[in-house]
């Protein structure tokens, strides 16, 4: 069963940057991509970006293209989200998610692509 854990929610004022980090564990092999997705209140879940877990490709939705960067640490298992130049229009509850599929870069934006998933963490923009 992979697991995921998400951690590096926080406070911040508009303009600044925070860390997200995803915690990726359970068997070798179980998923290929791993994606962000965030729900702000009253709101459905929405794509945020996507990376290849082996290939390190990656996705992102035109609302934080050139803000948003994913990474990787394969030591750690872990996958990160470096929110730069945050806007109050991306405060929201931040999860991330594993796919056993592989990654495409015209795919990965639906949640029904998406197999395993972590509890979420908060963001908060002031302005």
């Known amino acids: 069963q992979v697991q995921l854990v998400e951690s590096g929610g926080g406070l911040v004022q508009a303009g600044g940057s925070l860390r997200l980090s995803c915690a990726v564990s359970?068997?070798?092999?179980?998923?290929?991509?791993v994606g962000w997705f965030r729900q702000a209140a009253g709101k459905g879940r929405e794509f945020v970006a996507a990376?290849?877990?082996?290939?390190?490709?990656?996705l992102y939705a035109e609302s934080v293209k050139d803000r948003f960067t994913l990474s990787r640490d394969y030591a750690k298992n872990t996958g990160d989200l470096l929110m730069n130049n945050l806007k109050p229009e991306d405060a929201a509850n931040y999860y991330c998610?594993?796919?056993?599929?592989?990654?495409?870069?015209?795919?990965?934006?639906?949640?029904?692509?998406?197999?395993?998933w972590g509890q979420g963490t908060q963001v908060t923009v002031s302005s």
């Open positions: 998610a594993a796919a056993a599929r592989l990654f495409t870069t015209q795919g990965m934006r639906s949640e029904s692509e998406y197999d395993y």
């Open positions: 359970g068997p070798t092999g179980s998923w290929s991509t």
């Open positions: 990376m290849s877990w082996y290939g390190g490709r990656t």
